[in-house]
């Protein structure tokens, strides 16, 4: 190699080491935080009635509004939502990342034009509970038209048929009581839960419960290639990303990477998720 390709390679191998670790923060910061993956999944059931065959169940979870996140991004996304045709609509918790400020009344608003035929539902998160304004966010959701869920259970109807949607308390700052949310539901009935902490799961499983779908983790975050999350937090550590099936089958797990970001505004192999379920009962 002569002296003049020598240098250029020099050159060239110093700039990647220097730009690599820049443009890895401009992706991570800029980029994949509000690159949405809207994914698809199907889960069996055994005890979902056959009127309930097919149900469309959209999940999102941990938005943080207020951090790096703006009521504006919610509008877009809640038009993404609306365009899938959902049948029920869950929200597993962090609406807000700490202080609801002047985004009351627009979250409403938006928040209010969520619609479909079984209705939406929804829990607190640890984030909720920042700030001392929960009380504020529990009345923002209950009046966008979500069946708020503290330890209780709602029934969803179709012809004759029902199965149940239930909902805990945050594991982290709440009481969470599954016993009294499941109090009014038949053992026999197919029971959806709804519980910020996916690590919740290891209780439920205690429980009849078929499908539990979770937030709080992120999935982690930041991910790398071939070894997964570097950090998850308290109560979103077992069960941090995706799909888990327990007791050989009798919980079905799902964890949510949510929407917007917390901590630190990035995201990196880890984007924004919006889940999709078919419920099939066969």
């Known amino acids: 190699m002569n002296r003049r390709n020598f240098l250029k390679k020099s050159l060239f191998s110093l700039a990647s080491l220097i730009l690599t670790p820049f443009a890895g923060y401009i992706y991570s910061r800029y980029a994949e935080p509000g690159w949405l993956h809207t994914k698809e999944i199907s889960i069996q059931l055994k005890r979902l009635p056959a009127a309930f065959d097919g149900i469309r169940v959209i999940q999102f979870s941990d938005v943080h509004l207020g951090f790096h996140h703006t009521v504006e991004q919610l509008d877009k996304l809640v038009d993404h939502i609306q365009s899938l045709q959902p049948d029920l609509i869950c929200f597993t918790g962090?609406?807000?990342?700490?202080?609801?400020?002047?985004?009351?009344?627009?979250?409403?608003?938006?928040?209010?034009?969520?619609?479909?035929?079984?209705?939406?539902?929804?829990?607190?998160?640890?984030?909720?509970?920042?700030?001392?304004?929960?009380?504020?966010?529990?009345?923002?959701?209950?009046?966008?038209?979500?069946?708020?869920?503290?330890?209780?259970?709602?029934?969803?109807?179709?012809?004759?048929?029902?199965?149940?949607?239930?909902?805990?308390?945050?594991?982290?700052?709440?009481?969470?009581?599954?016993?009294?949310?499941?109090?009014?539901?038949?053992?026999?009935?197919?029971?959806?839960?709804?519980?910020?902490?996916?690590?919740?799961?290891?209780?439920?499983?205690?429980?009849?419960?078929?499908?539990?779908?979770?937030?709080?983790?992120?999935?982690?975050?930041?991910?790398?290639?071939?070894?997964?999350?570097?950090?998850?937090?308290?109560y979103g550590s077992k069960y941090a990303d995706g799909y888990y099936s327990l007791g050989e089958g009798k919980l079905q797990v799902y964890t949510n990477r949510g929407i917007g970001v917390s901590v630190l505004p990035i995201r990196f192999f880890c984007r924004p998720e919006l889940s999709v379920f078919t419920l099939r009962s066969r």
């Open 94 to 234: 962090d609406l807000f990342d700490y202080s609801v400020g002047s985004d009351a009344t627009s979250a409403v608003q938006v928040l209010s034009r969520l619609k479909a035929p079984l209705g939406k539902g929804a829990v607190l998160g640890n984030h909720d509970y920042y700030g001392k304004e929960t009380d504020k966010i529990k009345r923002i959701l209950l009046d966008s038209g979500f069946a708020l869920l503290v330890n209780e259970a709602i029934p969803l109807k179709r012809g004759s048929s029902t199965i149940w949607l239930s909902g805990v308390d945050d594991m982290w700052d709440g009481k969470p009581d599954l016993q009294k949310a499941l109090q009014s539901v038949p053992k026999s009935a197919c029971t959806l839960l709804l519980s910020h902490c996916p690590d919740f799961a290891d209780i439920a499983l205690q429980h009849s419960v078929d499908l539990q779908l979770s937030g709080h983790s992120h999935g982690g975050q930041v991910r790398l290639p071939f070894y997964g999350h570097l950090y998850t937090p308290a």
